[in-house]
Nanobody, 125 residues
Framework: QVQLVESGGGLVQAGGSMRLSCTAS????????MGWFRQAPGKEREYVAA????????THAESVEGRFTISRDNVENTVTLQMNSLKPEDTAQYYC??????????????????WGRGTQVTVSS
């Protein structure tokens, strides 16, 4: 079983940057593909990015492509989401999640076994 804890959220002005971290415990992180999702009030949970177990393959949603970057450190058991050029529409609760096998990246939240509790990101205009 994996426990995931997100950190790094907060308030930032539009155009600014923020770095989210997800720290895992309880199992070897490299066994899992990792994803970031977000959910704004009144909206469905939305895929943001995913990365394979070894960190060589990553995908990003079209809405964040070129602005956000997912990465991972399997030694430190962390996954990071670097967010640049933030927009007010990026405001949401951000969640990290883990799925298996580690070689398959998916945008479907139902495929993820473990979830963190989320961290709030608010972008002011």
């Amino acid at each position: 079983q994996v426990q995931l804890v997100e950190s790094g959220g907060g308030l930032v002005q539009a155009g600014g940057s923020m770095r989210l971290s997800c720290t895992a415990s309880g199992d070897t992180l490299r066994s899992y593909a990792m994803g970031w999702f977000r959910q704004a009030p009144g909206k469905e949970r939305e895929y943001v990015a995913a990365i394979g177990g070894r960190g060589f393959v990553a995908t990003h949603a079209e809405s964040v492509e070129g602005r956000f970057t997912i990465s991972r450190d399997n030694v430190e058991n962390t996954v990071t989401l670097q967010m640049n050029s933030l927009k007010p529409e990026d405001t949401a609760q951000y969640y990290c999640a883990a799925s298996r096998p580690s070689s398959i990246l998916t945008k479907d939240p139902a495929a993820y076994e473990y979830w963190g509790r989320g961290t709030q990101v608010t972008v002011s205009s």
